[in-house]
């Protein structure tokens, strides 16, 4: 009686087991099925996004365009990869030993002719403030005579830029630096090395020249910014890296300028636009000079 019940209770569990067995099995398959398909949904939905990934559309053709018709893109982006290993490769200077620049070593023989002949020096030094007289004096007529405020705003954006950017950062008096009590600002007074106002300015009014039809006198402007560029670094009285900012600062600033020019026009318009109206709806007429906000600004 017992032998039977023994063989009867084991047959159960064996079966309770092979039927455990066959879930766990089912179970098993069902998630490894779920699995692929995620697995498939993934991989089509990466391929449907490189599928539609611009760069999968191009050929040799697209190439030989761009560097046809976007010739400096190009360049730039064969100058990034040329930069990348000039960065990632150069040996960069001590802390115990002065910057290097380029610019100083292009005019190491300006620098030693000027430290020779201090006259000479001081003379240059007094041409660059009259060219410096050349722009402020520009800058305030458009302002003054003219009733343009966008240069003036342009140079106000500029200088104050220049005063946080240059105390924040205080770079060191470049060695060999030549001064004189004729250059500006004149009396041999400390100065912030970045950026070049002198540049800076340069190209604020080179610009509104140019918008002015003032060419000539633009590519004046031009000109003796450049003989400027030169003799600053040729006195060490900027590092290369100044100058370029300044350049870049220039027309960084005429084009905040102008746009906040812009906006001031438009703000004045939907004014007078309302105000207008409000007066219509009274029976009431403004003429545009009657406006407050008729001012250029």
Known sequence: ????????????????????????????????????????KGWVGVKALLGAASFTRWGTEDAVRAVKYHPFPCAFAVSLLFFMGVEYTLWMVPSSSPPFDLGFEATRWLNRILAARPALNTLLAAFNTVFVGMQTTYILWTFLVEGRARPGVAALFMFTSRGILGYSTQLPLPQDFLGSGADFPVGNVSFFLFFSGHVASSVIGSLDMR???????????????????????????????????????????????????????????????????????????????????????
């Open 1 to 40: 009686m017992n032998g039977s019940y023994n063989a009867a209770s084991l047959r159960n569990r064996v079966n309770r087991s092979y039927e455990n067995g066959v879930a766990e099995r089912g179970r098993d398959s069902t998630d490894g099925e779920k699995t692929t398909k995620k697995k498939k």
């Open 211 to 297: 918008r002015m039809q003032r060419k000539e006198l633009a590519w004046t402007f031009d000109v003796l910014n450049v003989l400027q560029s030169v003799r600053l670094l040729g006195t060490r009285g900027h590092y290369t890296i100044d100058l370029a900012v300044g350049v870049g600062a220039g027309i960084l600033f005429d084009s905040l300028a102008g746009k906040y020019e812009e906006s001031k026009k438009l703000t004045a318009m939907n004014i007078d636009t309302l105000s207008n109206g409000v007066k219509s709806s009274h029976g009431g007429t403004q003429t545009r000079s009657d406006s407050p906000h008729h001012a250029e600004f």
